[in-house]
């Protein structure tokens, strides 16, 4: 009977601890449309040879990403240009905004408010989102959990710190802010297997 008792338990650990560290589960798209990135600098790829990221991702899963990068943006500015964006009924906008919210001492509650309604209104309309996060300190990164939690609430498609492995390492950045080459491939690879599980049909 010990041997019993002692295997149920062992079973409900590993079954604790399985659920525990699984992979959320990464939503599908739930139309057709174009694959829209929509974000600042990063988005739009300062820093590179042309395109960033986003034409390395194009070329990775051969189908075209339009890319609405403006540098300098901030959330607030991101919501603004919002329905411009529904307009083009994309089926999945790759969402990277709050950087340059940090960088411009923009409280952090209006920055997560900010991208809270953005997430919302695209939902709303039929888009899937994509949300990748962005660095909120240079010792310590204030944004990652309230990034987290955004897309747990929204139960979104997510990426952390786009900036993770990059940022301060000198062959993968431009300036102090903006990858080149070489770093943008670093995300793509990052980015790449969630943005290709998202469109598999």
Excluded: C
Excluded at 90 to 98: D, E, K, N, R, T
């Amino acid at each position: 009977m010990k041997w019993f008792v002692a295997l149920a338990a062992g079973l409900t650990v590993l079954g604790a601890l399985f659920f525990l560290t699984r992979s959320p589960e990464i939503p599908k798209v739930t139309r057709d449309g174009p694959i829209v990135a929509f974000g600042d600098s990063l988005i739009y790829g300062t820093g590179s040879s042309g395109g960033g990221f986003v034409k390395m991702l194009e070329e990775k899963i051969q189908k075209p990403i339009v890319n609405l990068g403006i540098p300098g943006e901030t959330t607030g500015d991101g919501l603004k240009r919002l329905e411009s964006v529904i307009g083009l009924k994309p089926s999945v906008v790759i969402l990277l905004l709050g950087g340059n919210d940090y960088l411009r001492r923009i409280p952090q509650g209006e920055t997560f408010a900010n991208l809270e309604t953005i997430i919302q209104r695209l939902q709303e309309d039929g888009v899937s989102v994509f949300l990748i996060g962005v660095r909120g300190g240079v010792l310590r990164d204030n944004f990652a959990s309230r990034y987290e939690e955004l897309a747990e609430k929204f139960k979104v498609a997510y990426v952390h710190d786009v900036l993770d492995d990059t940022l301060g390492v000198p062959k993968y950045m431009d300036d102090q802010v903006h990858p080149n080459d070489a770093g943008y491939r670093v995300i793509a690879e990052r980015v790449y297997p969630v943005l290709a599980e998202m469109i598999e049909r």
